[in-house]
């Protein structure tokens, strides 16, 4: 019974179907190529114009995508230049007679770190400096404590030891030469150089 059943339902579903189907179609009917229409007799091969317009602005819209690549190019690189400047120019400072890292330091190293996990093939060298109060030997000393300080630091955060290079100039090249508490606390600080 069932088995009827379900023929039943199959014949009553496929029948339509088909019918619906080739009911629908419609022939294409190809012309002969012997037999040529009054138009297409009046035309000669040599005197159809192909219109120029589609393959101009294809090599328009080619020469707007070189130009778009040309400047998305430009644009990277000087935003690349602008971040590289920005890691340089980016100094961390320190209280008298001391090479601890302060909170404001340690969140400028941070973005340092960003910068040299995305540039994993840069090298850098970290750059201590101190005011002019102190002997000259202890200075240099304190200079170098104050760029191993920052090299651990990044270390820490996962930079390679050696990406990183320390020096220690003392009070060599002051950025302020006044003798003021303004002037020495700018001339206490790590410097960054990229390699």
């Given at each position: 019974?069932?088995?009827?059943?379900?023929?039943?339902?199959?014949?009553?579903?496929?029948?339509?179907?088909?019918?619906?189907?080739f009911s629908c179609s419609k022939e294409t009917v190809l012309p002969d190529p012997d037999i040529q229409s009054p138009e297409t007799q009046a035309v000669k091969p040599e005197t159809i114009d192909i219109p120029e317009e589609p393959v101009t602005a294809i090599e328009e819209e080619g020469l707007q995508q070189e130009d778009t690549s040309d400047s998305?190019?430009?644009?990277?690189?000087?935003?690349?230049?602008?971040?590289?400047?920005?890691?340089?120019?980016?100094?961390?400072?320190?209280?008298?007679?001391?090479?601890?890292?302060?909170?404001?330091?340690?969140?400028?190293?941070?973005?340092?770190?960003?910068?040299?996990?995305?540039?994993?093939?840069?090298?850098?060298?970290?750059?201590?400096?101190?005011?002019?109060?102190?002997?000259?030997?202890?200075?240099?000393?304190?200079?170098?404590?104050?760029?191993?300080?920052?090299?651990?630091?990044?270390?820490?955060?996962?930079?390679?030891?050696?990406?990183?290079?320390?020096?220690?100039?003392?009070?060599?090249?002051?950025?302020?030469?006044?003798?003021?508490?303004?002037?020495?606390?700018?001339?206490?600080?790590?410097?960054?150089?990229?390699?």
């Amino acid at each position: 019974m069932r088995k009827n059943l379900f023929m039943c339902l199959s014949l009553f579903i496929i029948i339509p179907g088909l019918l619906l189907i080739f009911s629908c179609s419609k022939e294409t009917v190809l012309p002969d190529p012997d037999i040529q229409s009054p138009e297409t007799q009046a035309v000669k091969p040599e005197t159809i114009d192909i219109p120029e317009e589609p393959v101009t602005a294809i090599e328009e819209e080619g020469l707007q995508q070189e130009d778009t690549s040309d400047s998305d190019m430009a644009n990277k690189e000087k935003l690349l230049e602008l971040e590289r400047n920005k890691f340089v120019n980016e100094r961390i400072y320190f209280a008298f007679d001391n090479a601890t890292l302060s909170p404001e330091s340690q969140e400028i190293l941070r973005r340092k770190v960003k910068w040299l996990m995305n540039n994993s093939n840069e090298s850098i060298s970290i750059e201590g400096y101190c005011d002019e109060r102190g002997t000259f030997e202890y200075n240099l000393a304190l200079g170098e404590r104050r760029a191993l300080n920052a090299k651990i630091f990044l270390q820490d955060m996962g930079i390679a030891s050696e990406r990183v290079t320390t020096v220690s100039y003392g009070e060599e090249n002051p950025i302020v030469s006044d003798k003021n508490e303004q002037a020495w606390a700018k001339n206490r600080r790590c410097e960054f150089l990229i390699k």
